[in-house]
Structure formats: C-alpha cells, structure tokens
Antibody, heavy 119, light 107 residues
Framework: QVQLVQSGAEVKKPGASVKVSCKAS????????IHWVRQAPGQRLEWMGW????????EYSQEFQGRVTITRDTSASTAYMQLSSLRSEDTAVYFC????????????WGQGTLVTVSS | EVVMTQSPATLSVSPGERATLSCRAS??????VAWYQQKPGQTPRLLIY???TRATGIPDRFSGSGSGTEFSLTISSLQSEDFAVYFC?????????FGQGTKVEIK
C-alpha cells in the first residue's frame, strides 16, 4: 500500500534551518510529483511547493520563495523540504503529499512533522 | 491567489442526520475541487475529487457537487467515524489553496 513516512519532530531556534524528509513506499516514486504543505496552529493549510520526482524540477509558492528548497533522492525514494531563516511564525505541522496526476489533487499524505521555532 | 471560504466553521449534527458543508472560491476553478477529512493526529484522507467523484474506498454516503465557484460536500447519514474536520482544496491551473475547514461535531 502507498505510504509516505516523514521524519520526526524538530525544535529549532530562530534563524536556523530545518530539513524534513518524506520516504515513499508502495509505488514507483518517480511516477508522481510530491508537494509540501504546512499548517500553522489555527491556520488553514498552505501550499509551499512541489518537486517533479522524475527530473528534480521544482516550483515554489511566492510566500516561501528564497527560503524553501525541495529536493528528492530517487535511489532512496525520498523527498526533502528545507526551510531556512526560520522565525516563530514557521512553527507548524509540515506535510508531504503525493500528486495524483501532475498538477491535480493530493491522493496520499504523510503523517506530518511538527517543527517548533523557539528561542 | 484563489481564496477558498468554507462555511460553517462548526456544524453540530446528531448521528444518522445529514450534514451539508459549503465551500466558495473567490474565482472560478471549474470542477477542480477536492475534499479531505482530517481527524486529530491523523493524515488527511481524500474523499472527493473533481468536485463530485468519490475517491477509492469512500462510502457512498459522501457526495460532492458544484462547479465554478460554489461547491458542497454532503454526508447523507452521519456515522460516529465521520466526526472530524473537513476541508476543501482547489487545484486549478497549477495552483493549490485550501479552505479553513469545517468541524463536524456531535450534537
């Protein structure tokens, strides 16, 4: 069965960076894009960007442009999201999600990774 | 950016009753709307895509409708496992935005 398993919770200080992983199993990794989405406390889900797992191409939300980097390692069937220059407002649960067909809805989601930014 | 607005924020329903959730887009998104269910501490679960197509394994008590800017999710007869937060998403034209969610709680 399809699974996306994310890395564990992180606590970071303001100004630091965080890198969250998303390991896929149960399907051919390079056949589906992976998106990253976050949910801050009490806020709606917010799309951050995607990676085309076939070629590594990416697109990012303007909201995070310059601070987010999404990569993938096909040999490990894993996608990564790195967010830099962290501030307290980046405290959120970060999700990876599989795109059903390149630019469509998300059919499977990771379990979420809580990132806490606190001095 | 397309803003998705859900209503109501909270819906109190008795088991066995019908629940109707609404989602409005700030501009037309054709039928490119999905609905998800999320329970505390769990992964979001895809319910509906293309505004009205049930995802694999989703019971037929869940139905979606709408196009353009107005969409709805109906749960025909609420079961205990249906009490959760539901959110809509638009995925039109290579952009993705979400509603703020509707919490369906036991009355």
């Amino acid at each position: 069965q399809v699974q996306l398993v994310q890395s564990g919770a992180e606590v970071k200080k303001p100004g630091a960076s965080v890198k969250v992983s998303c390991k896929a199993s149960g399907y051919t990794f390079t056949r589906y894009m992976i998106h990253w989405v976050r949910q801050a406390p009490g806020q709606r889900l917010e799309w951050m960007g995607w990676v085309d797992t076939r070629n590594g191409n990416t697109e990012y939300s303007q909201e995070f442009q310059g601070r987010v980097t999404i990569t993938r390692d096909t040999s490990a069937s894993t996608a990564y999201m790195q967010l830099s220059s962290l501030r307290s407002e980046d405290t959120a649960v970060y999700f990876c999600a599989r795109d059903w067909s390149s630019g469509w809805f998300f059919d499977f989601w990771g379990q979420g990774t809580l990132v806490t930014v606190s001095s | 950016e397309v803003v998705m607005t859900q209503s109501p924020a909270t819906l109190s329903v008795s088991p066995g009753e019908r629940a109707t959730l609404s989602c409005r887009a700030s501009q037309s998104v054709s039928s490119k709307v999905a609905w998800y269910q999320q329970k505390p501490g769990q992964t979001p679960r895809l319910l509906i895509y293309g505004a009205s197509t049930r995802a694999t394994g989703i019971p037929d008590r869940f139905s979606g409708s709408g196009s353009g800017t107005e969409f709805s999710l109906t749960i025909s007869s609420l079961q205990s496992e249906d009490f959760a937060v539901y959110f809509c998403q638009q995925y039109n034209n290579w952009s993705w935005t979400f509603g703020q969610g509707t919490k369906v709680e036991i009355k």
